[in-house]
């Protein structure tokens, strides 16, 4: 039921800037949060990024804290994800999901996962 769908990715150099954005459609209670992850060849897809449905709180691996902003439209159909001052180390193919919690616990789980939006930083 519930429809995500990435863009925003692209080539940018290194202390450049990009914005993604996730547009859903039919979110149930069941996953009621936004979240932002990253994949890079061989290595696991780890979480970057969430924000909270009902109070709008955010949560940041310590990685780019400082550098990423995760925020939302009015109507909550949309959550972008600004990136800033970007590094090599921050290549890689970023999907959104639904999920149950926000911040990221051993308990969350995800579902409708969006296709993705490669993310390259290279001079």
């Known amino acids: 039921q519930v429809q995500l769908v990435e863009s925003g990715g692209g080539l940018v150099q290194p202390g450049g800037s990009l914005r993604l954005s996730c547009v859903g459609s039919?979110?149930?209670?069941?996953?009621?949060?936004i979240g932002w992850f990253r994949q890079a060849p061989g290595k696991e897809r780890e979480g970057v990024s969430c924000?909270?449905?009902?109070?709008?709180?955010?949560y940041y691996i310590e990685s780019v804290k400082g550098r990423f902003t995760i925020s939302r439209d009015k109507a909550g159909k949309t959550v972008y994800l600004q990136m800033n001052s970007l590094k090599p180390e921050d290549t890689a193919v970023y999907s959104c999901?639904?999920?149950?919690?926000?911040?990221?616990?051993?308990?969350?789980?995800?579902?409708?996962w969006g296709q993705g939006t490669q993310v390259t930083v290279s001079s």
């Open positions: 924000i909270s449905s009902s109070d709008g709180r955010t």
């Open positions: 039919g979110f149930t209670l069941d996953y009621p949060h």
């Open positions: 999901a639904a999920q149950t919690r926000c911040p990221f616990t051993p308990s969350t789980r995800y579902d409708a």
